[in-house]
């Protein structure tokens, strides 16, 4: 079922480049071909090829309810990441995000406080300090530090 | 011998003391990725090439870590393979087979040993044939022109999905997929915007490091909420951990037939070590396996998956160096690491790059040997690590990993497109699509576009430029062959199981 499920998803996004590879504007191109040939092939491929597989879609077996739930935690916290890292700072958010991935991948709380701790301070020591990647300090860092 | 006198410069690249820790550091970090379950080179490459190329490393020194990542994983990979019965990585499967039965009847430490110069001896066979064969092919691949070069990329594709995977059809899916990736962001030739829904961020297209990080870190730790770590595992003894003469040279025709065929399955467009190793084993198990033991701990059954994987690490750098035409998926990755640096792949790597090319060649002798040293004493500590938490490791890899893919251009929409794309590669995994293709499809995008409308505007718009000239017709009858491949060896398995019942 989510192997058809997943072609016609291919079908569309195939159709979809189709269609927006014939809807380009080119104002002028220097070879017959131009820059729609490619998108346009691409989608057609994929759209055939998803007919196939919405013809005779395979067994899948998914894991079990509970996996799934925790595969979307993830995904969730993932998501959470990018938009609190600025604000939080590296090391707040990062804290955060390996904290409940620790908890996740069934860590204790002890240790999950010890990875985020560890793994949030070893990284911006190593990257921040030791090789200059400018990581944000975040708004609560900052303001505590006294920079605006 | 123009060649030794480019090795010995390039041995010169690599004897810098900082190049020298970087084959270090690459080969204890690629059998560490090897050796994890769940984390193989193309996760190792994909972790550390973001920091690479922060760091502001110069390309042939980047180079030199990633591929020794590359084959040092592996030579990892068969570490939890023989002491858990858990590949370390998609090749190692087969190196289960006997490594794990020879570990259970107490013989741990020569099956690590065993494997070890196995490993190393078809590492070696293959670096030598890389060596000799590679600038042959570069110098006849001068002639391509742009036709040639689409044609090729075809033939590449054509092997990809007639050889990766069980199902041709999720192959090609999976490169149209890597394709749509690739076309997304200004088209080079015209300024004409595609696909890039006017974001800002997507006018370039899709970053390569935020797409490997995307489907080679974050989808795989979707997937590793499946698999089990490895600490709960019952670690068997290891005793000597060293291996005899006598059963080196029981093995010493397994070793050097695999090697071959390791390599030349290496070289092989889009064909990774999985295949290799699955070949090498299949094929030993008919010529020696006279008494029925391959699967109960047999040293050859061990020796071929070996030392194939890694002859065909060697072997799949010969076309990616030759040709711009990546030889596995791991590769794949070597090769957009060499665009991220500006770096045209193509036959001409060899003239405008002798000491990229060189020292990349000669850094791959100095690391098996530093693989084969340190794999010795330092088997005990690898398994220590081996049982590294998930609850430290996931969140250690994924937070590395994105830091990598920030701090290129210090963007957080690079970490949400790689979440994004990271779904996408779970979904892809679940249902059996393979990445390869993908990760091929989106590398060799720009390239295979650029020559092919090279071509229509060198021949007018006609078509039959792609079938003038010997070499696009050898390379066409090569695309024809190769999909009768699986048949042919669909038949022969099947007259196989015939046989045996």
Same mark, same amino acid.
């Given at each position: 079922?989510?192997?058809?499920?997943?072609?016609?998803?291919?079908?569309?996004?195939?159709?979809?480049?189709?269609?927006?590879?014939?809807?380009?504007?080119?104002?002028?191109?220097?070879?017959?071909?131009?820059?729609?040939?490619?998108?346009?092939?691409?989608?057609?491929?994929?759209?055939?090829?998803?007919?196939?597989?919405?013809?005779?879609?395979?067994?899948?077996?998914?894991?079990?309810?509970?996996?799934?739930?925790?595969?979307?935690?993830?995904?969730?916290?993932?998501?959470?990441?990018?938009?609190?890292?600025?604000?939080?700072?590296?090391?707040?958010?990062?804290?955060?995000?390996?904290?409940?991935?620790?908890?996740?991948?069934?860590?204790?709380?002890?240790?999950?406080?010890?990875?985020?701790?560890?793994?949030?301070?070893?990284?911006?020591?190593?990257?921040?300090?030791?090789?200059?990647?400018?990581?944000?300090?975040?708004?609560?860092?900052?303001?505590?530090?006294?920079?605006? | 011998?123009?060649?030794?006198?480019?090795?010995?410069?390039?041995?010169?690249?690599?004897?810098?003391?900082?190049?020298?820790?970087?084959?270090?550091?690459?080969?204890?970090?690629?059998?560490?990725?090897?050796?994890?379950?769940?984390?193989?080179?193309?996760?190792?490459?994909?972790?550390?090439?973001?920091?690479?190329?922060?760091?502001?490393?110069?390309?042939?020194?980047?180079?030199?870590?990633?591929?020794?990542?590359?084959?040092?994983?592996?030579?990892?990979?068969?570490?939890?393979?023989?002491?858990?019965?858990?590949?370390?990585?998609?090749?190692?499967?087969?190196?289960?087979?006997?490594?794990?039965?020879?570990?259970?009847?107490?013989?741990?430490?020569?099956?690590?040993?065993?494997?070890?110069?196995?490993?190393?001896?078809?590492?070696?066979?293959?670096?030598?044939?890389?060596?000799?064969?590679?600038?042959?092919?570069?110098?006849?691949?001068?002639?391509?022109?742009?036709?040639?070069?689409?044609?090729?990329?075809?033939?590449?594709?054509?092997?990809?999905?007639?050889?990766?995977?069980?199902?041709?059809?999720?192959?090609?899916?999976?490169?149209?997929?890597?394709?749509?990736?690739?076309?997304?962001?200004?088209?080079?030739?015209?300024?004409?915007?595609?696909?890039?829904?006017?974001?800002?961020?997507?006018?370039?297209?899709?970053?390569?490091?935020?797409?490997?990080?995307?489907?080679?870190?974050?989808?795989?730790?979707?997937?590793?909420?499946? #698999? #089990?770590?490895?600490? #709960?595992?019952?670690?068997?003894?290891?005793?000597?951990?060293?291996?005899?003469?006598?059963?080196?040279?029981?093995?010493?025709?397994?070793?050097?037939?695999?090697?071959?065929?390791?390599?030349?399955?290496?070289?092989?467009?889009?064909?990774?070590?999985?295949?290799?190793?699955?070949?090498?084993?299949?094929?030993?198990?008919?010529?020696?396996?006279?008494?029925?033991?391959?699967?109960?701990?047999?040293?050859?059954?061990?020796?071929?998956?070996?030392?194939?994987?890694?002859?065909?690490?060697?072997?799949?750098?010969?076309?990616?160096?030759?040709?711009?035409?990546?030889?596995?998926?791991?590769?794949?990755?070597?090769?957009?690491?060499?665009?991220?640096?500006?770096?045209?792949?193509?036959?001409?790597?060899?003239?405008?790059?002798?000491?990229?090319?060189?020292?990349?060649?000669?850094?791959?002798?100095?690391?098996?040997?530093?693989?084969?040293?340190?794999?010795?004493?330092?088997?005990?500590?690898?398994?220590?690590?081996?049982?590294?938490?998930?609850?430290?490791?996931?969140?250690?890899?994924?937070?590395?990993?994105?830091?990598?893919?920030?701090?290129?251009?210090?963007?957080?929409?690079?970490?949400?497109?790689?979440?994004?794309?990271?779904?996408?590669?779970?979904?892809?995994?679940?249902? #059996?699509?393979?990445?390869?293709?993908?990760?091929?499809?989106?590398?060799?995008?720009?390239?295979?576009?650029?020559?092919?409308?090279?071509?229509?505007?060198?021949?007018?718009?006609?078509?039959?430029?792609?079938?003038?000239?010997?070499?696009?017709?050898?390379?066409?009858?090569?695309?024809?062959?190769?999909?009768?491949?699986?048949?042919?060896?669909?038949?022969?398995?099947?007259?196989?199981?015939?046989?045996?019942?």
């Amino acid at each position: 079922m989510i192997d058809r499920l997943f072609g016609v998803f291919l079908l569309l996004l195939g159709l979809f480049f189709i269609w927006g590879g014939a809807s380009l504007e080119v104002p002028f191109s220097y070879d017959p071909l131009g820059p729609k040939f490619f998108p346009i092939a691409a989608g057609g491929l994929l759209s055939l090829l998803s007919l196939f597989v919405i013809a005779k879609p395979k067994k899948i077996d998914f894991p079990e309810f509970s996996t799934l739930v925790k595969t979307g935690l993830i995904i969730l916290l993932l998501v959470i990441y990018q938009f609190t890292f600025n604000v939080l700072g590296f090391l707040i958010a990062t804290a955060i995000l390996v904290f409940f991935m620790s908890r996740i991948f069934k860590g204790t709380s002890k240790q999950a406080l010890g990875s985020a701790i560890g793994v949030s301070v070893s990284v911006y020591l190593i990257f921040g300090i030791l090789l200059d990647v400018p990581l944000p300090h975040g708004v609560i860092l900052n303001f505590l530090l006294g920079v605006s | 011998m123009e060649v030794l006198t480019l090795l010995g410069h390039g041995f010169g690249t690599v004897f810098q003391p900082i190049n020298l820790f970087l084959v270090f550091l690459g080969s204890i970090l690629g059998t560490l990725f090897g050796a994890l379950p769940g984390l193989g080179p193309i996760n190792g490459v994909a972790i550390l090439l973001p920091i690479c190329y922060t760091l502001g490393l110069p390309v042939e020194s980047s180079l030199i870590l990633l591929s020794g990542i590359y084959y040092g994983a592996e030579f990892g990979g068969r570490i939890s393979s023989i002491l858990l019965n858990v590949p370390g990585d998609a090749g190692a499967v087969f190196t289960t087979l006997d490594g794990y039965p020879l570990a259970q009847k107490g013989l741990a430490g020569p099956a690590l040993a065993l494997s070890g110069v196995a490993s190393f001896i078809g590492g070696t066979i293959a670096i030598v044939g890389l060596t000799f064969f590679a600038p042959l092919l570069a110098t006849f691949a001068i002639d391509f022109g742009p036709s040639e070069y689409f044609v090729l990329m075809v033939f590449a594709f054509a092997t990809v999905s007639a050889l990766m995977g069980s199902n041709p059809v999720k192959s090609l899916v999976g490169v149209a997929i890597g394709w749509m990736i690739g076309i997304v962001g200004v088209d080079s030739t015209t300024g004409v915007m595609r696909f890039s829904f006017g974001e800002a961020e997507l006018y370039d297209g899709f970053e390569f490091l935020t797409v490997i990080v995307g489907f080679f870190a974050v989808s795989e730790i979707l997937l590793m909420l499946e #698999h #089990h770590s490895s600490e #709960h595992f019952a670690m068997p003894k290891i005793t000597r951990i060293y291996v005899t003469f006598k059963e080196i040279l029981y093995c010493k025709w397994t070793i050097l037939r695999s090697s071959v065929i390791g390599f030349v399955v290496g070289v092989l467009p889009g064909t990774g070590a999985s295949i290799a190793s699955a070949v090498s084993y299949t094929l030993e198990q008919k010529l020696v396996d006279k008494e029925g033991t391959f699967g109960t701990g047999d040293m050859r059954g061990l020796a071929a998956p070996e030392s194939a994987n890694n002859a065909c690490a060697g072997g799949a750098l010969v076309p990616m160096l030759t040709l711009g035409v990546p030889g596995s998926a791991t590769t794949a990755v070597l090769l957009g690491a060499l665009m991220l640096y500006n770096i045209n792949p193509g036959p001409m790597l060899f003239v405008d790059q002798p000491v990229l090319v060189w020292g990349l060649i000669a850094s791959m002798y100095v690391g098996n040997i530093m693989l084969l040293v340190i794999n010795f004493p330092l088997v005990r500590v690898f398994t220590k690590i081996l049982q590294v938490p998930y609850w430290l490791l996931v969140p250690s890899v994924i937070v590395l990993a994105f830091v990598g893919v920030y701090s290129v251009n210090s963007s957080t929409f690079s970490l949400g497109m790689a979440t994004l794309l990271g779904v996408l590669g779970y979904f892809l995994r679940k249902l #059996h699509y393979p990445m390869a293709p993908v990760i091929l499809g989106f590398v060799l995008c720009e390239i295979m576009e650029d020559n092919l409308r090279r071509a229509f505007a060198m021949s007018g718009g006609e078509a039959d430029i792609f079938f003038k000239g010997s070499i696009n017709i050898t390379l066409w009858i090569l695309t024809l062959a190769i999909f009768f491949v699986p048949m042919i060896s669909k038949f022969i398995s099947k007259k196989y199981a015939l046989g045996k019942k």
